[in-house]
């Protein structure tokens, strides 16, 4: 008989080998220090004895944990309930929805917000909603822009990251290769995840705007520590250049979900053609009442100014010790090169008592391996100076300084 199924005992062999294979780490709490569990498979975690510093997490501002964050949540699950119940358009549309798109669009400078069930949702239903006849994208979009092109079915075109001249030249190619009227559409993330780099919006709305086209932006790295709680787009005032501002409620925010603000027409073309919205169950009520009670703090708060007091004072210790530390924004790629190094330093900074990932390829190209290092606004200034001992030490250990 013909075996016409999967071996995937072999398929996760082959990711050993290659040096690809991830564990699932569970931890106690999601906050600046944490105890973690070896992964248990189907069992249950059995915690370490040790606990860490977390420097690997997008708790950005810290707000996890904030009373006021969790008191939201418990307010809405005792009023509202746990759960939507139903798509939005059935029965699962409740006030702690529209209470968080009216805070999002008063933020985003938008008519309206629409919540979705992810981020992910977010992205990869507006872009096949919006089913563009070419899409021009950043090489260094995150994985749901990438899938949200192929579900478009659209012509994708990838420019050079952060290079609104390269995507000026496949603009101009593209125009002069390709007849009749297109429906473009440019996506960029405003900060990138792995690198932290930080997109040049204000160059890439004027290329944008020579061709006509409609820009996409991706704040999820970014919603809620710019101006007033916004992202870039709202630091560098192009709420009106930006067609659609796009992000997560899981960053930042500290909670689940994801969003799209912009025009009225958007928000309710997206009501009823985005599948992803269409056909999912609603965000649930206590996570919708999380990110809003968030989004207020970090409008109003001081969370902002002390997580970029901490990102100065990590960037520049880890600087002061040698280290190559790349990006622009919250995000302290320390690269080292090849992906042995990244791990052994990785683990080194572990035993030290801090977590801080090591990313490497295919997430990131080749000879660019690094710890992606990421401060929280509730790490104290010993916190950061721990870490910046941390990486001392494990950064002799490993050879690397």
């Not at 933020?107 to 239903?125: H, I, M, P, Q």
């Not at 050079?160 to 030249?169: G, I, K, N, Q, V």
């Not at 796009?246 to 997206?270: F, H, I, M, R």
Request: glycine share 8%.
């Amino acid at each position: 008989m013909s075996n016409r199924g999967f071996d995937l005992d072999e398929r996760v062999a082959a990711r050993r080998d290659r040096d690809l294979y991830r564990d699932l780490a569970p931890v106690d709490r999601v906050a600046e220090r944490s105890y973690f569990a070896p992964d248990p498979g189907a069992g249950l975690p059995v915690l370490d004895g040790r606990q860490h510093l977390v420097f690997g997490s997008n708790n950005y501002l810290g707000l996890t944990q904030d009373d006021r964050v969790q008191q939201a949540a418990r307010d809405a699950a005792e009023v509202v309930g746990t759960g939507a119940g139903a798509s939005r358009l059935v029965t699962g549309d409740t006030l702690a929805h529209r209470d968080l798109e009216m805070q999002l669009a008063e933020v985003k400078d938008t008519e309206r917000a629409l919540a979705f069930s992810s981020g992910y949702a977010a992205n990869v239903g507006t872009i096949a909603a919006l089913s563009p006849d070419v899409v021009f994208s950043d090489e260094f979009n995150h994985a749901s822009i990438v899938d949200g092109c192929r579900l478009s079915g659209a012509d994708t075109v990838i420019y050079d990251h952060c290079d609104p001249a390269s995507l000026r030249e496949e603009m101009t190619h593209r125009a002069e290769t390709h007849a009749g009227d297109e429906s473009w559409l440019v996506l960029t993330d405003s900060v990138f995840s792995m690198d932290g780099t930080v997109a040049p919006l204000a160059d890439i709305c004027d290329v944008v705007e020579a061709f006509g086209a409609w820009l996409l932006v991706d704040e999820a790295h970014a919603t809620g520590l710019y101006d007033y709680g916004g992202g870039v787009v709202q630091r560098e005032g192009l709420e009106d250049r930006v067609h659609v501002q796009l992000g997560t409620l899981s960053k930042a925010l500290a909670s689940q979900g994801g969003y799209v603000a912009g025009s009225e027409s958007l928000v309710e073309y997206l009501v009823n053609t985005a599948r992803s919205f269409v056909f999912s169950t609603g965000l649930a009520p206590p996570a919708a009442a999380a990110a809003s009670e968030a989004l207020h703090i970090a409008r109003h708060g001081e969370c902002r100014d002390r997580l970029w007091c901490n990102v100065a004072q990590l960037r520049t210790g880890l600087e002061d010790l040698g280290y190559e530390v790349w990006g622009d924004s919250q995000i302290l790629p320390v690269v080292v090169g090849d992906r042995a190094t990244a791990l052994d330093l990785a683990e080194a900074v572990r035993e030290q008592g801090v977590v801080a990932p090591a990313i490497r390829p295919p997430t990131v190209p080749d000879g660019t391996s690094r710890l992606r290092v990421v401060p929280m606004a509730t790490h104290s200034r010993s916190d950061i100076e721990d870490c910046i001992e941390a990486f001392r030490v494990a950064g002799e250990e490993v050879g690397l300084l």
